[in-house]
């Protein structure tokens, strides 16, 4: 009872000789990251990161928005062993790489476009979870459909200019939907 009557004298008297301890709030730093709100396309990016992060072929890539651009990007810059691999590894990892991702869209790597549905398994994670027809009056199915047409997958792989003759990287780059990627020495 003693010990009791203790915890509850110390509890009672930290509230009046410290009354601010526990009034911590958000001060004008915070606030206007509390006020914004989260977009679909914000939401849809951090789905498709975790997604991608779950994908061991996959892990280490970045998915973001690009603003100048208009388009989502999902994009991976390999740096290990530069010393090592010749720029005919470098494009069979680019190969690859479009393969896994465009796979894990529900997209045909080869002859490109989705495999079953209006639109890849991408787009769906910007979309809202449950049934929904339309957004903001427009139909969701062809909205994911045209959302679609703004993924670009972007594959960088950096070389020993040493051994590369000049080329410090392999850049590969080409739309979800698409067939095959554009491959560019970098010197």
């Known amino acids: 009872m003693r010990r009791l009557l203790s915890v509850a004298f110390l509890s009672a008297s ?14 004008e730093i915070t606030n206007p990251f509390i006020k914004d709100t989260v977009s679909m396309l914000d ?30 990007f999902v994009s991976k810059w390999e740096i290990l062993n530069p010393s090592t691999t010749r720029i005919n590894e470098a494009k069979d990892e680019c190969t690859k ?5 465009r796979l894990s869209a529900g997209v045909r790597p080869v002859r490109g476009g989705t495999l079953s549905t209006l ?8 979309s809202h979870a449950g049934f929904t027809r339309n957004v903001n009056g427009e139909d969701l199915e062809t909205l994911l459909a045209d959302l679609d ?15 590369n003759e000049g080329a410090y990287a392999l850049e590969c780059r080409g739309a979800l939907l698409e067939a095959g990627f554009s491959v560019k020495e970098l010197r």
């Open 43 to 72: 939401w849809g990016v951090l789905r498709l990161q975790l997604r991608l992060d779950q994908n061991d072929g996959l892990r280490g890539s970045r998915v973001y928005f690009d603003w100048d651009a208009n388009q989502i």
């Open 97 to 101: 790489f479009f393969e896994t991702v």
């Open 119 to 126: 639109h890849s398994s991408f787009a769906d994670l910007f």
């Open 149 to 163: 047409r703004k993924f670009l997958i972007e594959y960088r792989r950096f070389l020993d200019p040493d051994i």
């Open 14 to 27: 930290c509230g009046v000789f410290y009354p601010n301890v526990a009034i911590a709030g958000p001060d």
